[in-house]
């Protein structure tokens, strides 16, 4: 009889201890599992994701696509979410990368082109701005230094009539705060080695568009270039080539006529004239008789 009771308390502690085992192993991690295919379903969305980088140009494949799933409170708005749609963003065309493209970057319409679309400025322009291309060299171009994705001022050199023999030059600010959309035909917004520009393309409303065409007509534009993330607009007056021409001794005293009292009555004509300039010397005339009325004075 005892060993009966025996064997049964062993064997109950064994069905016991293996209940427990069974308790904190297997039913957790199905609970866990359950719980995770829960929240897949309600809360994460499929996204196309780039499986490695691409640059500007790069017509996209789907060997270059991959589709993963990411909580839905952090997918991109407007995310591709099927590899087919991003392959016949172009009504069937290869699309095109207009931006540079990470490795495990989510696909956004942005920065691929347009139906039947190529890599070009026009799928860069802002919603209610035009590209206006603007003649420039080396020099005027900032040296080729200012790039797509580059904000400038753009300046005015004209020449004013009426100078003579000496021209007479103006120089004015025509825009300030302005985007460059391209250098030449270079509209990459990743380019990093400048180059000797002869165009420049430039983001401006209709307005500063007719701006720029008649200044272009007027004389020379040149480009100064901006520090990155400075937005500031200065308030400018035109700048003559007189403020440089002036020899730093002030402006040359006027030519003219004045008379003085003499001690006799009379009157003494004195001409001034520039000195520096060879200008006549100070003479003395005779004075008139005491009873001539005085002469008008210049």
Do not use: C, W
């Not at 230094?145 to 003579?164: I, K, S, T, Y």
């Not at 460059?180 to 080695?193: F, H, I, Q, T």
């Amino acid at each position: 009889m005892r060993v009966i009771t025996i064997v049964s308390l062993g064997a109950s502690a064994v069905l016991g201890l293996g209940a427990l085992v069974v308790a904190k192993t297997v039913l957790p991690n199905q609970s866990k599992a359950t719980a995770a295919a829960a929240g897949v379903a309600r809360d994460e969305v499929a996204v196309v994701v780039a499986s490695k980088d691409m640059k500007y140009g790069d017509k996209i494949t789907a060997e270059q696509l991959r589709l993963v799933r990411i909580p839905a409170d952090v997918a991109p708005q407007g995310a591709f979410t099927n590899v087919a749609s991003v392959l016949s963003a172009d009504n069937g065309g290869a699309p095109v990368v207009l931006v540079p493209i990470s490795a495990r970057e989510p696909i956004l319409p942005a920065k691929i082109s347009g139906p039947g679309a190529r890599p070009s400025v026009a799928a860069e322009i802002g919603e209610g701005m035009r590209a206006y291309t603007v003649k420039v060299t080396d020099v005027t171009g900032v040296g080729g230094h200012a790039l797509p994705g580059d904000r400038v001022d753009v300046v005015l050199l004209r020449a004013l009539p009426g100078g003579g023999d000496t021209p007479n030059f103006v120089s004015e600010i025509v825009l300030q705060d302005v985007r460059v959309l391209a250098v030449d035909l270079n509209a990459d917004l990743a380019s990093e080695k400048p180059a000797s520009p002869s165009t420049a393309t430039l983001e401006v409303n209709v307005p500063d568009a007719q701006k720029l065409s008649v200044a272009a007509d007027l004389g020379k534009l040149s480009l100064a270039l901006r520090r990155t993330g400075a937005a500031e607009v200065v308030t400018t007056t035109p700048v003559r080539n007189n403020v440089f021409t002036g020899g730093g001794g002030g402006a040359p005293r006027p030519s003219g006529v004045a008379r003085r009292p003499s001690s006799g009555g009379g009157a003494i004509l004195i001409i001034e004239g520039d000195r520096r300039g060879g200008g006549s010397r100070p003479q003395a005339a005779a004075s008139p008789a005491p009873n001539a009325a005085p002469a008008a004075v210049g």
